[in-house]
């Protein structure tokens, strides 16, 4: 069977036993997420930050302090159902690790925020070409002058990613992309990187740099390494995300983000 | 000048000299509010319940612990710009105060919650009747047998208000107030009462009755008393609210929230 006909359990099945492999493609139809897991005391402020930094930040589900399942994962276990994780203490990378069981605590509280996978899908169905996916890369990232809303010690810019779109499909791109508002929903910005107060597109601060041809815009979505920089920023005792690239499939499909 | 259009600053200011008024009607395009205060070490749990049950609980804005005014009130006082409040203690009604100074303490968190009169002006504007309105009193408001879910401590049933609606406004209903997602959007439910548990609509749990007239359909929305009864289901040390029909008039265009 295919990876993309793979149910989300299936996947997570494969991942819990061992098998490590960026996640793009895997389980067509559903929602893959980010991961950030920090310590009850901080869960708050991470809550509220989510809260007034939407668009950036879109939570699909807070599971309870400690508990490892919930209804994003039926049946699966956050601790070793994705390929890889990132490991902080103080706000610095201490692993790497596929398994992070031997890092659980009773106080962790687990962050299930949603990536911009589903609206890529979406996109590239209505026969608009992503750069990034086209040249097997990860999207260029840039973080911009326009600070988030801060929550207690969590603080930080704004997060974007950047895809190069045909100036005639900009509106349809915009259009479609505002139909997921719980999935990042419509560009932050389209045209112009220095009103963002990005001074190189070639220079991206997080994944890799994409050819911006003739006739092509720059569009600038609001990107989920925002809250990761920012609640690292924070230097929580202890905080864990996922690997780049390697995210949680959850048992929710992209069309039920639709709107 | 009217009351109608009156700035939500003017309003605030009116009512924070003591006036003290139900708010219905005042400051026309602007969101009203509920308002739901309790101590930080129940904030999360409140936050965590509204964001796992976002339809009957639409956070617009939550202030800092101990903070008393915020972008959706500039230059107002949240502790006196209220024409009244409700204050509880430990689940328990205590008083009814129009200002809540000599309750203040510096760890209380100010959650501003959607309330459904947005979307009954732009029904009204669509040329579709409220009879709670006509007739002068609250929204008939039942407890549900759905159940939200819990975070925490907190946990209830869904509350839903019902609005009695002529058949062939029943699509037009539906797809003006889901256009409104942050402020409880479409209907939870259109027609049978009986699936909701709700035995009688002739005796809801709170408001007033209303007559359903022949060829009127109930029509039943998620409901922000869902998360106050809930709070004090939880029987925090302390809790405010707003007095029944006597909000919060914010800064918030109406407009802002239409998608």
């Given at each position: ?16 036993s061992?098998?490590?492999?960026p ?10 997420a ?37 209804p ?34 009773d106080?962790?509280?687990?962050f ?21 996916i ?21 603080s ?33 910005h ?14 991206p ?10 006739g ?32 949680l ?11």
């Amino acid at each position: 069977m295919s990876t993309e006909a793979l149910s989300p359990a299936e996947a997570r099945l494969l991942f819990r036993s061992g098998l490590v492999t960026p996640t793009a493609g895997w389980a067509a139809g559903y929602v893959q997420a980010d991961l950030i897991i920090v310590p009850k005391e901080q869960a708050f402020d991470v809550l509220l930050f989510a809260q007034r930094n939407p668009k950036p930040c879109p939570i699909l589900g807070v599971l309870n302090p400690g508990e490892t399942s919930g209804p994003l994962l039926a049946g699966g276990d956050i601790r070793t159902d994705l390929p890889r994780y990132a490991v902080y203490v103080d706000g610095e990378q201490v692993a790497d690790p596929t398994d992070i069981t031997q890092y659980w605590r009773d106080d962790l509280v687990t962050f299930i925020v949603g990536c911009s996978f589903t609206f890529e899908a979406a996109l590239q169905e209505a026969g608009i070409h992503i750069a990034h996916i086209d040249q097997g890369t990860n999207a260029p990232m840039y973080r911009t002058s326009i600070r988030c809303q801060p929550a207690g010690r969590i603080s930080g810019p704004l997060v974007v990613s950047m895809r190069p779109i045909p100036a005639a499909q900009v509106a349809d791109a915009v259009r479609i992309t505002s139909h997921y508002p719980s999935l990042h929903g419509a560009p932050v910005h389209v045209g112009n990187p220095g009103e963002l107060g990005i001074a190189d597109l070639g220079h991206p601060d997080f994944g890799e740099p994409v050819e911006i041809r003739e006739g092509y815009v720059p569009v600038f979505w609001a990107c989920g390494v925002t809250p990761q920089a920012a609640v690292m920023e924070s230097k929580p005792s202890l905080a864990i995300g996922h690997a780049s690239g390697h995210m949680l499939i959850t048992d929710a499909r992209d069309s039920s983000y639709l709107v």
